[in-house]
Each structure stands twice: as structure tokens, then as C-alpha cells.
């Protein structure tokens, strides 16, 4: 079906076309040969429509191909509801630069490519849930994007959080009902890599789990080691070159949660990892008593799997 933007009025600010087989818009009101001969004008094609425009739902179409619409035709448009359609790639989007929010719930999206937002600087609010997103990639270009909904895909990796990095208005995101979201380790180490995020998950932050997160992942930042070759100090002193070459070397530094896989029995409790059966043979039995344990693999590429324990009386 093509939208006879023509029959729908220049001061239409708000056009709700759900539930439909919309394709394309139209800037003429047009039928057979002459729709045919409309469509194949690319001066028509360019031309504004609907100049006041802000608010479309397009959802339950069958879209499949957003380029088909010509969104960039409305230049003026600040929310686009495209919910529960065929999309699989968002393309289409280039030079709707004034939109605000977009919603593509509920469609067929798997990833996104580096021009899908290229645009869309502007963009405060993005919903993308329930499609089977498992990368958050090119994320990039939304600058200004303060809400994040990212519910029921198929994102597994913590080090894709990372990725989030990119985005320093966000305020607020859900990953609810994501692999990833099981254990609820997303949350500290978004907590930590994102200091401007007030609610996760629809729960806020509190000003006690951003400090005990930023202790927690500041814990294992790599320390360097002192250097050997400072002037004027005599490195060659009895004993202490045997003792630097003996000390055991971290294999690899630690940059965030993604390092820190969690194994079959632990869970996390709001800011540390505990694991029930872990045992260390050095300690004695008195210690075992009076001293709670919590243990932490710090060495994942380490065969051995060196446990790392913590004592907290």
C-alpha cells in the first residue's frame, strides 16, 4: 500500500497507520499508471512531505525493507514507532537527523551495521527489544542517547557491554531477559564502566553500589612493577634480584568483568563473587572457623587455576 500524503493534510503532526500494508509514501495521491510513472520520478521522490510531521506509527506492517519508505522525505519527524514488522537490517534511516525516539520491538534484527545510525545524532531513546540482537556494535553515532532498551535478545558476552562504552549520555538501559542478564554480573561492571547511568533494569543506582562496584573491579587493576633501571639507586643488592626474578608474573592484565568468568557454583551477591566449595590447603583449621571466605579466580588462562582467596573477619 503507498500513503497518499496529499489526502492526509500538510498540518498533520501525529499519523497513526498500524495494523496496515503501508510500503511507501506517496507525495500525491495516485493509482495504476499513474502511481507507476510517480514512483519512477526521482524529483518527486525527493521532494518534503507532511512538513509538520513529528509523530508516525508504522508498526504491525510487515515492513521489511525500511529504504521503501522514504523517511527522509519527512523532515521534521521526532518519533517513529516501527514495532512488531519483518525488519532485519535497519537501514533507510540516513537523513532523518531530527528523530528523538524509535522504537523496532518485536521485529527479525540480528546486528547492526556502521551506517545504520549514521544520522541519527539527535536520537535520545532507543527501544530494540525482542529481536535477536547478539552484538552491540556501532552503537557509536548516538551520542546524545539517553534510554536504552535492549530487552529479550540474545546477547551472552559481558565484554559486549563494553562496547556501551561509546555512549556518555546514557542514563538509563534494560537487558532484562538476555543471557548475559542471568547472573546478574551486567550490572556492577555496567555500574563501574558507566558513570553517568542512573537505572538499570528499571531499578536505580544507589550511591552504595557505585562505590562498592568501583571498589570491587579497581581491586584488579593490573600493578606495575617498579622499574629496575632507576638512576642513581643500586639495583644489585643481596637478594632482592633473586626475589623480583622469582615473583610470579600475571599472565594477562584485567581490565573488567569479561576476564573474570564465573564457574558453575558462583553467583553474584551485589558486589563479589563467592564460591562455597572452594578450599585452600594453607589455611589452618582455626582460621577455617573464624575467617569467612571468598574466592576469586583471578588467572583464567592459567591451567592450574590459581585461587586467590580473601579473608574477611
Not at 504491525?60 to 519527524?77: A, M, P, V
Request: aromatic fraction near 6%; proline fraction near 5%; include cysteine.
Amino acid at each position: 500500500a503507498v500513503v497518499s500524503t496529499q489526502s492526509t493534510g500538510e498540518n498533520v503532526k501525529v499519523l497513526c497507520l498500524n495494523h496496515n500494508n503501508i510500503e511507501t509514501l506517496s507525495g500525491k495521491g495516485a493509482s495504476g499508471k499513474n502511481r507507476t510513472e510517480q514512483n519512477n520520478n526521482t524529483q518527486d521522490n525527493t521532494v518534503p512531505v507532511l512538513p509538520k510531521l513529528e509523530v508516525l506509527h508504522l508498526g504491525y506492517n510487515g515492513i521489511s525493507n525500511l529504504s521503501l519508505l522514504q523517511l527522509y522525505r519527512l523532515t521534521n519527524l521526532k518519533s517513529l514507532f516501527l514495532q512488531g514488522n519483518d525488519i532485519v537490517n535497519v537501514e533507510g534511516l540516513h537523513q532523518a537527523k531530527e528523530l528523538r525516539e524509535l522504537v523496532l520491538d518485536r521485529n527479525k534484527i540480528k546486528n547492526l551495521s556502521e551506517t545504520s545510525f549514521c544520522d541519527q545524532w539527535n536520537l535520545l531513546e532507543l527501544h530494540i527489544e525482542e529481536n535477536r540482537l547478539k552484538s552491540l556494535s556501532n552503537f557509536h553515532p548516538l551520542q546524545k542517547l539517553q534510554r536504552l532498551y535492549l530487552g529479550m535478545n540474545r546477547i551472552q558476552d559481558l565484554a559486549e557491554l563494553e562496547k556501551l562504552e561509546c555512549l556518555p549520555a546514557l542514563k538509563e538501559m534494560s537487558l532484562t531477559n538476555n543471557p548475559v542478564a542471568r547472573r546478574l554480573m551486567h550490572r556492577p561492571l555496567l555500574v563501574f564502566r558507566q558513570p553517568n547511568l542512573l537505572s538499570i533494569d528499571g531499578i536505580p543506582i544507589s550511591a552504595e553500589e557505585r562505590a562498592k562496584a568501583d571498589m570491587y573491579f579497581l581491586d584488579y587493576q593490573p600493578v606495575e612493577q617498579p622499574s629496575s633501571n632507576l638512576p642513581g639507586i643500586n639495583n644489585k643488592l643481596h637478594g632482592v634480584g633473586n626475589l623480583v626474578s622469582q615473583a610470579p608474573q600475571q599472565s594477562s592484565p584485567i581490565r573488567g568483568a569479561s576476564n573474570l568468568p564465573l564457574g558453575a557454583n558462583q553467583t553474584w551477591y551485589g558486589n563479589y563473587r563467592e564460591s562455597d566449595n572452594a578450599v585452600d590447603s594453607k589455611k589452618s583449621d582455626n582460621s577455617k572457623k573464624n575467617a569467612r571466605e571468598r574466592n576469586f579466580y583471578l588467572d583464567p588462562q592459567n591451567s592450574s587455576r590459581q585461587l586467590y582467596t580473601r579473608r574477611y573477619q
